[in-house]
Nanobody, 116 residues
Framework: QVQLVESGGGLVQAGGSRRLSCAAS????????MGWFRQAPGKERELVAR????????YYADSVKGRFTISLDNAKNTVYLQMNSLKPEDTAVYYC?????????WGKGTLVTVSS
């Protein structure tokens, strides 16, 4: 069983930065795929970025490429999402996800609001 707890959300002005953290508890394997998703009001949840627990194979959605960076600290069992040059359209609840085969875990989310 894996539990994920996100933190770091809040209100930020357009053009600003924010770093989200996802603390994972439980046994993590290098094959886990860690992802950050987001869901804006009235929209479907979408993948923002993902990384293997081994640190390999990062992926970014086109909408955040060049602005967001996903990283992890295995010693702290934590995944980060550094968000720069934030835009109002980045406003959403951001969710951390861990997936390994049929195993699929979600955090409860953290709200990021970007004001114009």
């Amino acid at each position: 069983q894996v539990q994920l707890v996100e933190s770091g959300g809040g209100l930020v002005q357009a053009g600003g930065s924010r770093r989200l953290s996802c603390a994972a508890s439980g046994r993590m394997f290098s094959s886990y795929v860690m992802g950050w998703f987001r869901q804006a009001p009235g929209k479907e949840r979408e993948l923002v970025a993902r990384i293997m627990w081994s640190g390999d194979n990062t992926y970014y959605a086109d909408s955040v490429k060049g602005r967001f960076t996903i990283s992890l600290d295995n010693a702290k069992n934590t995944v980060y999402l550094q968000m720069n040059s934030l835009k109002p359209e980045d406003t959403a609840v951001y969710y951390c996800n861990a997936r390994l085969g049929l195993l699929n875990y979600w955090g409860k989310g953290t709200l990021v609001t970007v004001s114009s």
